[in-house]
Nanobody, 123 residues
Framework: QVQLVESGGGLVQGGDSLRLSCAAS????????MAWFRQAPGKEREFVAA????????YYADSVKGRHTISRDNAKNMVYLQMNSLKPEDTAVYYC????????????????WGQGTQVTVSS
């Protein structure tokens, strides 16, 4: 089992950058595929990015491809989401998620979730 804690959210202006971090507990972090999801006010939670166990493969939603980068450091039990060229439509609560099975864009495939961190992008 893994516990996840996100950090790094905040209020930024459009065009700014922000890096979200997710700290994972447990000694088997490298066994988990990891992902970031987000939920904007009044909307369903949506997939943002995912990364495989080694960090060698990454996947992105079309809305963030080319602007955001997911990465992980298995030695530190950390996963990151570097967000560049932020837009007001990126405003959401961002969640870190993990699972022992393969990467997926579907939130139902992830069994472990953090509490979320708020990102607000002003225009």
């Amino acid at each position: 089992q893994v516990q996840l804690v996100e950090s790094g959210g905040g209020l930024v202006q459009g065009g700014d950058s922000l890096r979200l971090s997710c700290a994972a507990s447990g000694r088997t972090f490298s066994s988990y595929v990891m992902a970031w999801f987000r939920q904007a006010p009044g909307k369903e939670r949506e997939f943002v990015a995912a990364i495989n166990r080694s960090g060698g493969s990454t996947y992105y939603a079309d809305s963030v491809k080319g602007r955001h980068t997911i990465s992980r450091d298995n030695a530190k039990n950390m996963v990151y989401l570097q967000m560049n060229s932020l837009k007001p439509e990126d405003t959401a609560v961002y969640y870190c998620a993990g699972d022992l099975y393969g990467t997926s864009v579907y939130e139902s495939r992830y069994h472990y979730w953090g509490q979320g961190t708020q990102v607000t992008v002003s225009s």
